[in-house]
């Protein structure tokens, strides 16, 4: 069997893209995903299982076993079908040359960062890139090949991310530009001509691999870092935490309070005040404001979040 345009993904955000494509610019033949088993053997912020799918448009769903697509169900699959062009949103894993030499037009995902690839190759960009202070994203549609995030460069999209972007609003920027990349894209392969720009002038950097025990608060840190890896890793994400009275908090929503007021006489990580249930906390070179937290332990001025 022939399958003409096939979406990979786990999360919500591969959802809303093959609504997007079905109900905007053609058909979806295809959906691989990843079964429910395999999710409990790898870390999937926002996984979303995508059988709905099938009983909403029709598409069918291949969930492979294995998040490197290389279980033996999957691969006969592949060799028993053939494929034109994939689209991956939501995949965080590479797709093995196995894979990419069966898709006739090739495989096809975003990665951004401030600059432009190879800058900013690897993990968890769009995170990074608000936990670092950028104040742009780069996002790039480009065809894989074995190595991460190589600079084949189909088109590209600028946002902003702005001091008030969580990790949630800096997705939705990121899904709107997605589906301005992926228009283009699905145009040019209606024409059977895909242009690829492989040629770049930057150089090789790479973001880490994070997990949820990255979002540990340091509290000797300045508030704005503070504040940026909470709104970084925020929902769909782990959150950011620390600890009170020996109790995990972990925090959802802050922002900068005040810098100007003296608050020397409490230490860094201390409750100054409490207000309508929101806690206010000295930071090294101001305070802030902890609007939306979960704690087993009722907190109170003067407590330490260590």
């Given at each position: 069997m022939?399958?003409?345009?096939?979406v990979?993904?786990v999360?919500d955000t591969?959802?809303?893209?093959?609504?997007?494509?079905?109900e905007?610019?053609?058909p979806?033949?295809?959906?691989?995903?990843?079964?429910?088993?395999?999710?409990k053997?790898?870390?999937?912020?926002?996984y979303?299982?995508?059988a709905?799918?099938?009983e909403?448009?029709g598409?069918p769903?291949?969930?492979?076993?294995s998040?490197f697509?290389t279980?033996?169900?999957?691969?006969?699959?592949?060799a028993e079908?053939?494929?034109?062009?994939?689209?991956?949103?939501g995949?965080?894993r590479?797709?093995?040359?196995?894979?990419l030499?069966?898709?006739?037009y090739g495989i096809y995902?975003f990665?951004g960062?401030?600059g432009y690839l190879?800058?900013?190759?690897?993990?968890?960009?769009?995170n990074?890139s608000i936990?670092?202070?950028?104040?742009?994203?780069?996002?790039n549609?480009?065809?894989?090949?074995?190595r991460a995030?190589s600079?084949n460069?189909?088109?590209?999209?600028?946002f902003?991310?702005?001091?008030?972007?969580?990790?949630?609003?800096?997705?939705?920027k990121n899904?709107?530009?997605?589906?301005?990349l992926?228009?283009?894209?699905l145009?040019?392969?209606a024409?059977?001509?895909?242009?690829i720009?492989?040629?770049?002038a930057?150089f090789?950097?790479?973001y880490?691999?994070?997990t949820?025990?990255?979002?540990?608060?340091?509290f000797?840190?300045?508030?704005?870092?503070i504040y940026?890896?909470?709104r970084g890793?925020s929902?769909p994400?782990?959150?950011a935490?620390?600890?009170?009275n020996g109790?995990?908090?972990t925090?959802?929503?802050?922002?900068?309070?005040?810098e100007?007021?003296?608050?020397?006489?409490?230490?860094?990580?201390q409750?100054?005040?409490?207000?309508?249930?929101?806690?206010?906390?000295r930071?090294?070179d101001g305070s802030?404001?902890i609007?939306r937290?979960v704690?087993?332990?009722?907190?109170a001025?003067?407590?330490?979040?260590?």
């Amino acid at each position: 069997m022939k399958y003409s345009v096939v979406v990979f993904g786990v999360k919500d955000t591969t959802e809303n893209i093959v609504s997007f494509i079905q109900e905007q610019i053609c058909p979806v033949d295809l959906i691989i995903t990843i079964s429910q088993e395999v999710t409990k053997r790898n870390q999937v912020s926002g996984y979303k299982g995508l059988a709905g799918m099938t009983e909403k448009y029709g598409i069918p769903v291949h969930e492979a076993d294995s998040y490197f697509l290389t279980d033996e169900k999957t691969q006969r699959f592949l060799a028993e079908n053939e494929f034109d062009i994939g689209i991956s949103m939501g995949w965080q894993r590479l797709v093995p040359p196995s894979v990419l030499e069966r898709f006739r037009y090739g495989i096809y995902g975003f990665h951004g960062n401030c600059g432009y690839l190879p800058f900013g190759r690897g993990r968890s960009p769009l995170n990074w890139s608000i936990i670092l202070g950028d104040t742009r994203f780069n996002l790039n549609l480009f065809r894989y090949d074995e190595r991460a995030d190589s600079p084949n460069v189909f088109a590209t999209e600028l946002f902003s991310l702005t001091p008030h972007d969580t990790i949630r609003t800096a997705q939705y920027k990121n899904m709107i530009c997605s589906k301005n990349l992926i228009r283009k894209l699905l145009a040019a392969y209606a024409t059977g001509n895909i242009a690829i720009r492989t040629e770049s002038a930057d150089f090789d950097s790479w973001y880490g691999k994070r997990t949820a025990e990255d979002g540990k608060v340091d509290f000797r840190k300045r508030t704005r870092e503070i504040y940026n890896l909470i709104r970084g890793v925020s929902e769909p994400f782990p959150g950011a935490f620390a600890f009170l009275n020996g109790e995990r908090i972990t925090i959802w929503e802050a922002h900068p309070f005040d810098e100007m007021m003296d608050f020397s006489a409490y230490r860094p990580g201390q409750i100054i005040d409490i207000f309508d249930g929101k806690l206010i906390v000295r930071t090294v070179d101001g305070s802030l404001l902890i609007d939306r937290y979960v704690c087993q332990c009722g907190p109170a001025v003067g407590d330490i979040l260590e």
